[in-house]
């Protein structure tokens, strides 16, 4: 199993980026697809999620300015960013869950880091 993110990199406050995460060896289909941030010194969070279902969930923090959504056939999820603040600099982890089965997987992470 891998999941490969990418997308990260420097952008000023009020920016965009998009996150992407490229899974392998899961059926997509059937986890919640996830991601997470872990800024310097604090603990990692949960920014967005999406369903099996197609249902999102957002920190309120982000909520109207981050989107998550997928491409099913190409076991991708995304992750679009806008408005971002510095606040948002942090290590941004993909992470896929099947809790019923005990599965869970995360990716390597990519770094966001928006300037003032």
């Known amino acids: 199993v891998q999941l490969q993110a990418s997308g990260g990199g420097l952008v000023q406050a009020g920016g965009s980026l998009r996150l992407s995460c490229a899974a392998s060896?899961?059926?997509?289909?059937?986890?919640?697809m996830a991601w997470y941030r872990q800024a310097p010194g604090k603990q990692r969070e949960l920014v967005a999620n999406?369903?099996?279902?197609?249902?999102?969930n957002y920190v309120n923090s982000v909520m109207g300015r981050f989107t998550i959504s997928r491409d099913i056939p190409k076991n991708t999820v995304y992750l679009q960013m806008n408005n971002l603040r510095p606040e948002g600099t942090a290590v941004y982890y993909c992470n896929a869950v099947w809790r019923s089965i005990n599965k869970d997987y995360w990716g390597q992470g990519t770094q966001v880091t928006v300037s003032s």
């Open positions: 060896g899961i059926d997509f289909r059937f986890y919640m």
């Open positions: 999406i369903g099996s279902g197609g249902a999102t």
